[in-house]
């Protein structure tokens, strides 16, 4: 059984920083790529940010470019987004999703992902 399990949310001040982690387990993912997305309320789902297995390549959303940075770990089948200068206007439940290869094209589209965690709520007051 294939878990996407996320960790690292919470409640902090606006310019403050969280890093949330994720850590898949249940297959083999190597070539998968692992993409973090952000569902406000009211909102529909975003893409924030993107790697690729090998962890050479990165896609971000403009809003969080330069703020945000994903990174892996393969050995340990983790991804992790480290979020920095918080907005407000980051509040959201935080997903970590995992698709098989990658493409700038289709990293950004949730319908792309096979797998997706439960979420882990950031707010950040102003």
């Known amino acids: 059984q294939v878990q996407l399990v996320e960790s690292g949310g919470g409640l902090v001040q606006a310019g403050g920083s969280l890093r949330l982690s994720c850590t898949a387990s249940?297959?083999?993912?190597?070539?998968?790529?692992m993409g973090w997305f952000r569902q406000a309320p009211g909102k529909e789902r975003e893409f924030v940010a993107a790697i690729s297995w090998s962890g050479d390549i990165t896609f971000y959303a403009d809003s969080v470019k330069g703020r945000f940075t994903i990174s892996n770990d393969n050995a340990k089948n983790t991804v992790l987004l480290q979020m920095n200068s918080l907005k407000p206007e980051d509040t959201a439940v935080y997903y970590c999703?995992?698709?098989?290869?990658?493409?700038?094209?289709?990293?950004?589209?949730?319908?792309?992902?096979?797998?997706w965690g439960q979420g882990t709520q950031v707010t950040v007051s102003s």
């Open positions: 249940g297959r083999t993912f190597v070539g998968w790529s």
């Open positions: 999703a995992a698709k098989l290869s990658y493409s700038d094209y289709e990293v950004s589209r949730p319908s792309k992902y096979s797998y």
